[in-house]
């Protein structure tokens, strides 16, 4: 082995290893060292000497340079690494360190000289690991530990210059690295700096003060030194490198701003002492930006997904960490519903706080959201003087970049919260308002506590633009919320709070409104009870959504219940309703709600659709003949299941939706045994974007074929729904009514022909007694024989004949008198000195109920008297 002051011509290709105790122990594979896994990668080679002038560390752009790996190297004098003795020629005779450590004399010599200079650099031969000679551009640096022992930081690159250039000549040739975007610093322990590269000399603006020995806080200006000095002195402390923090430089007069992505990474002798810091810094100002913009992109498709205001303001957090901040929390003020039902008012606390907000959603880097105070949904309070008081209030940021220096004013008015932020590192704040078409409706916290930089002005601008963004689509969901609350509020109290079928049918209903977006829609359904052991079942579907639609639907329900009474055929009714409904469009175009577009009355007449327009589905069932009669306008058809589970779905005429001005339905009537299942829906049940109508209907029909006769229709609706809704998802309300026919038994019906004469009147009143006795209503008779008196005589007089009389006893005692004659008895109320014209008057204030009803022979004039209990 030859001494230091004696270089072999060629390095042995296999060398062998030095006795243990002539090795510093050191690390020579780039998985385990600091520095090679930080500039290992790099293009330039990058050694590290001990004081005595032995290779400590060797990179993979060293041996790229030279062939030797570190195995080879590690241990041995960089002296053997020379093509010869002596260096190159030197720049002049006054250049009293020219070759630098390997110049002439011995190491120790080379080395002090150097060690006064502060720095060297030149060009020199090399020999390469297959013997031929390498010229290469050096650069070394003295690193001094607290132990006061030099060690040298050895830069080195491919000589790029012209032969006939004297090497001596080009060592002030700084080319190291010239190639590689990236700026290298090397800094003492006392964070002095000690070299720069040429990428971080000729930065631009960011790195003017680059003298060599400046300290840190002046060879950074403009940077935000104390954070840079943290990280430096962790580095120091720790041995751990720091990877990609993020600093920004910004000129003085803020015109412009710079952001680096640095690295950090401990030098250390062989025997693990730290003598200095590398950092390496990027320029990323462009990549920056479009991380904002990306961040940006990525709230707009993530922020506002939905329609509930839970949901945005957890996509908000979640889009805001990591990639803005470690922490963050939204709290939404009170005018913001969380639900249907609205919270409790609560009251301020005792100390004074006010219950400003509520907590919506939170997230952090850390498991468990260990730096929030409230958990979702708990009351926010806050403290007038607060800041987030000024930030709710006055609807401006709060930018603390450095909060840890304003803990004394944090903690006067928000205790509990400065405590929570100590304990979890949070060292940068911003509370940003978020606000929509002038109102705040609640603020985002953005906070830092693992990311060491600070939050600067531009993450302030990135933070209120996503607040922007949030605050839009939250006071969107509180518009829908609000809307869809009043609206289901609206359809609730228009619906018939009990259904009851009577005596005439056994009914069940059930009601799912959808969660789309475009809101409730506007079913509903009703059980009418007629005269005659009648019943009347309605189903309908508004066309629209939302309030409007639910509006509309009361209407049509009104209308229904108004044409009900006048007992129109459900054809006849029908009809009534849609001419009543375009008349109802009609009107409310003309207001000018049409024109509202900015087209001509006759362009908007012609583009707008009805404001009014529904599907429907109207059925009369009769007890006592068992027939049921069915009209519907655009509705799918209702499910007949006879008692033996088989289902059928008559065949009636569609006809168009009411409120088309169509205006012609026809009526099937169908015979029903008693224990038919009739089963009256919306299309929200049936139908899919997915699949057809048809498919629907045969779902339909395979579950209510296993309803039994005596199975509970209570029961019976809530798993039809549930099972027609399985898995898929409801694209409109659903609502459903299930009525079961009942047969009257014939003793509970009593009718007599009577012959057009004068004397059957009293035929007819000693029969109608006869059967009050039967039926052990004898206390009715007085007022039954006065109305069977005054129907039967008006009948005889004035209707053609035949004559029919019908009492019928369920719920009430019914007296129906058919004629021949088609026109509506009228009431009337005669003078004292008329001996006629106060039949029906008399009827009227008899019967609890009168009526009439046009039949195909003519019509039926009835009245009720209740008796008292059930049938």
């Excluded at 002492?273 to 990549?287: F, Q, R």
């Excluded at 693992?450 to 939050?455: L, R, S, V």
């Excluded at 109608?768 to 004898?778: D, R």
């Amino acid at each position: 082995m030859p001494a230091p002051g004696e270089v072999p011509e060629v390095l042995p290709e296999h060398p062998p290893r030095r006795p243990t105790d002539d090795v510093h122990p050191t690390v020579a594979g780039a998985a385990t060292s600091p520095l090679l896994a930080a500039v290992g990668p790099a293009l330039a080679a990058v050694a590290l000497l001990d004081d005595a002038g032995r290779v400590a560390e060797w990179t993979p752009g060293a041996e790229r340079l030279l062939g030797h790996t570190a195995d080879e190297v590690v241990g041995r004098y960089a002296a053997e690494l020379l093509a010869c003795r002596t260096p190159g020629p030197s720049q002049g005779p006054e250049d009293e360190a020219a070759g630098g450590p390997f110049g002439r004399g011995s190491w120790e010599e080379r080395a002090s000289a150097v060690r006064e200079s502060g720095h060297w650099s030149g060009v020199q031969d090399l020999r390469h690991r297959d013997g031929r000679v390498v010229r290469a551009t050096l650069e070394a640096v003295p690193l001094s530990g607290d132990n006061g022992v030099t060690h040298w930081f050895l830069w080195a690159s491919e000589f790029a210059g012209a032969q006939d250039v004297p090497p001596a000549r080009a060592a002030v040739m700084r080319t190291l690295l010239d190639h590689a975007p990236i700026a290298l610093a090397v800094w003492g322990t006392d964070l002095r700096c000690v070299w720069l590269n040429t990428t971080a000399e000729h930065e631009v603006g960011a790195f003017r003060n680059r003298d060599i020995g400046l300290p840190m806080r002046e060879a950074l200006h403009g940077f935000d030194t104390a954070t840079a000095e943290n990280v430096m002195r962790r580095v120091l402390d720790g041995g751990g490198p720091v990877i990609d923090h993020e600093f920004r430089w910004m000129s003085d007069d803020g015109s412009q701003e710079r952001v680096f992505s640095s690295s950090f990474f401990r030098l250390d002798t062989a025997d693990g002492d730290p003598i200095g810091v590398c950092s390496i810094a990027v320029d990323i100002t462009n990549s920056w930006a479009r991380d904002r913009l990306s961040i940006l992109s990525r709230a707009g498709r993530q922020v506002g997904t939905t329609l509930d205001v839970i949901t945005t303001a957890q996509e908000l957090a979640d889009v805001a960490v990591p990639l803005l901040a470690d922490f963050v929390a939204v709290d939404l003020s009170e005018s913001v519903p969380f639900a249907v039902h609205p919270p409790e008012r609560v009251e301020p606390a005792s100390d004074g706080r006010l219950p400003l907000y509520r907590r919506a959603a939170a997230a952090s880097v850390h498991e468990g959201v260990p730096e929030s105070v409230f958990t979702n949904g708990e009351v926010v309070f806050v403290r007038p003087p607060s800041p987030y008081f000024r930030a709710a209030t006055g609807g401006v940021s709060i930018f603390e970049p450095d909060i840890r220096s304003n803990w004394s004013a944090w903690r006067l008015f928000e205790p509990e919260r400065v405590e929570a932020m100590e304990q979890t590192g949070i060292h940068s704040l911003m509370v940003v308002p978020l606000k929509a078409r002038g109102t705040t409706l609640g603020i985002a916290i953005f906070a830092r506590s693992e990311n060491a930089a600070p939050f600067s002005r531009d993450d302030l601008l990135l933070a209120e633009e996503l607040g922007l963004q949030a605050g839009l689509s939250i006071d969107n969901a509180r518009r829908y919320t609000r809307e869809r609350t009043a609206a289901l509020a609206l359809q609730r109290n228009l619906m018939p709070r009990k259904l009851s079928g009577g005596t005439t049918m056994e009914v069940a209903s059930r009601y799912l409104p959808t969660d789309v977006h475009e809101g409730v829609g506007g079913d509903w359904f009703d059980v009418i009870p007629l005269p005659g052991a009648r019943l009347a079942l309605v189903i309908g579907d508004v066309v629209g959504h939302g309030i409007n639609a639910a509006a509309a639907m009361g209407r049509f329900r009104t209308a229904v219940h108004t044409l009900a009474d006048l007992d129109l055929p459900p054809d006849e009714l029908l009809a009534h309703l849609d001419d009543l409904a375009v008349h109802l469009s009609e009107s409310e175009m003309s207001s000018g709600a049409g024109t509202a577009t900015g087209l001509q009355p006759e362009a908007a007449e012609a583009f707008s659709p009805p404001t009014m327009a529904a599907t429907c589905v109207y059925a009369v069932y009769d007890a006592v003949n068992q027939t049921c009669t069915i009209a519907r306008a655009g509705h799918p058809p209702p499910a007949v299941v006879d008692p033996s589970g088989f289902v059928t779905f008559p065949e009636t005429p569609a006809g168009a939706p009411v409120g088309m001005g169509v205006g012609s339905y026809e009526s099937v009537e169908l015979k029903l045994a008693e224990g038919s299942l009739v089963a009256l829906y919306t299309d929200g049940l049936v139908e899919r974007r997915t699949s057809d109508l048809d498919a629907g209907l045969d779902r339909l029909a395979d579950v209510v074929s296993q309803a039994g006769p005596k199975t509970p229709l209570d029961g019976l609706c809530r798993r039809i729904v549930d099972s027609m809704t399985a898995r898929l998802h409801t694209e409109d309300d659903i609502a459903l009514l299930l009525a079961r026919t009942r047969a009257l038994d014939p003793g509970q019906v009593a009718t007599w022909e009577l012959r057009r004469d004068p004397s059957t009147v009293g035929e007819a009143r000693g029969a109608a007694s006869a059967q009050l006795a039967e039926w052990g209503l004898e206390a009715l008779s007085p007022a039954v024989e006065l109305i069977v008196s005054e129907l039967v005589t008006n009948a005889v007089r004035y209707g053609g004949t035949p004559v029919r009389l019908r009492l019928i006893r369920h719920s009430t005692l019914v007296i129906e008198v058919a004629d021949a004659d088609s026109s509506s008895p009228r009431l009337r109320h005669a003078r004292v000195t008329e001996e006629s014209g106060r039949g029906l008057f008399l009827v009227s204030k008899t019967a609890d109920r009168w009526g009439s009803r046009f039949t195909p022979e003519g019509k039926i004039t009835w009245a009720e008297l209740d008796t008292g209990g059930p049938a």
